[in-house]
């Protein structure tokens, strides 16, 4: 099978690409290994920026769409000492350019903006073979293969993709989240309803962190984060969920009860997230007819910035293409530089603020918050 274009992976950034070629009358194929839209968890909250993700999501026509999934009220947020002391209450005016929506039904937006057949569900990608002259053949596990003129890593973290450009392999950050949920919250657990609060809520402290959203309804969604060793973590026997679950509590001894509760009730079994990056600059040679994008390309710590470069990425893409539909290489030249120079951006400023301004504790937060000019 021949294919013009060929995306790797459905997530947020791969998807945009599809759907903003799509406007402009450009057939892509994308595929992905998942068997189906809901074939696993999609996140939690995410606030998507006016300085990128949305500016994405008006190249792709769905603002309308867009706004029809922000939960109001989300983008209150609260900074909270390991003790329960509120130090930073802000709440949600609706003035904010950072409207939260459910990573899911965002995804499901895009998807179901697209022609039906875009997506290949079920295709994991197993290798890929240059053929010369821009040409890229990908095998998938299941045998099948594509030939295609211009092939986009939108695979993740772990892109099978990157190798034909570039040698970085991600690093672990030396931090890792664990996942856990509360539902019916405000009627189970009022005291750590109440100090969520209505929208996002931090507990940090040094090399601990608990951090909260409040999702749909009432329900909460925590991420701790531990900066252990990988080591640490893979010790831990995560499909024993109670077990898991108290070793993690333990960690938290002393915690405000309401802040604990976040890890000692969860409704899940405890989730471990560990956390990779790539170089800061990571970039590449032009190499004909292959490019990457999102987390492929620029994968960052954790800083609320991922899947907005993300779409930003695919959209930037897709417009450079529409723009030389006659000549991919000069679209992908401009696309890249532009790329390059964005996620350097990003990730140089968020290593100052969390790191150079923010010491790890509740109040060293707030005021790197109240320095920094990208704040809340």
């Given amino acids: 099978m021949t294919n013009s274009i060929t995306i790797i992976g459905a997530g947020l950034g791969g998807l945009a690409l599809a759907r903003v070629l799509h406007t402009h ?10 068997t189906t839209p809901t074939a696993r968890m999609q996140g939690g909250m995410l606030d998507i920026h006016d300085y990128n993700g949305q500016l994405a999501l008006t190249a792709a026509g769905l603002m309308e769409e ?19 002391t509120v130090l930073l209450d802000k709440a949600d005016d609706g003035t904010g350019g950072r409207p939260e929506v459910q990573r899911g039904e965002l995804r499901q937006l895009l998807i179901d903006s697209l022609p039906d057949g875009t997506v290949r569900w079920g295709h994991k990608l197993s290798g890929v073979q240059a ?10 596990a299941d045998g099948s293969t594509v030939v295609t003129s211009l092939l986009v890593g939108a695979d993740g973290a772990w892109s099978r993709v990157r190798p034909l450009l570039s040698t970085a392999i991600p690093d672990y950050t030396g931090e890792s989240f664990v996942e856990t949920y509360l539902y019916d919250a405000d009627t189970r657990h009022p005291a750590t309803a109440k100090a969520v609060g209505g ?77 990779y990056s790539l170089p800061v600059g990571h970039r590449w040679d032009r190499v004909p ?23 930003l990425d695919g959209a930037e893409l897709g417009k450079a293409l529409a723009a030389h539909p006659e000549d991919i290489e000069t ?18 400023e968020t290593a ?20 920094s000019a990208h704040t809340l």
């Fill in 352 to 371: 100052e603020l969390f790191g150079d301004l923010h010491d790890g504790t509740a109040q060293g937060l707030v005021d790197a918050f109240t320095a």
């Fill in 331 to 348: 679209a992908l030249t401009e696309y890249e530089q532009d790329m390059f120079a964005r996620s350097t951006e990003v990730a140089t």
């Fill in 131 to 140: 053929l010369g002259a821009g040409r890229h053949e990908a095998t998938f």
């Fill in 66 to 84: 867009f706004r029809s999934l922000v939960l109001p009220g989300r983008q209150a947020m609260r900074i909270l000492d390991r003790d329960g």
């Fill in 199 to 275: 929208g996002s809520m931090m507990a940090p402290s040094p090399g601990r962190e608990i951090h909260a959203h409040r999702e749909r309804g009432d329900t909460l969604h925590a991420y701790v984060v531990l900066a252990e060793p990988h080591e640490w973590f893979a010790a831990i026997d995560f499909t024993d969920a109670a077990a898991a679950t108290a070793r993690i509590a333990d960690e938290f001894d002393g915690w405000a009860p309401e802040l604990t509760a976040l890890i000692a009730d969860t409704d899940i079994p405890p989730v471990w997230r560990p956390h």
């Fill in 25 to 34: 009358g450009i057939p892509a194929t994308v595929y992905e290994a998942e």
């Fill in 289 to 311: 007819g292959v490019t990457l994008l999102g987390d492929a390309a620029h994968l960052m710590p954790t800083n609320g910035e991922g899947a907005n470069l993300a779409l």
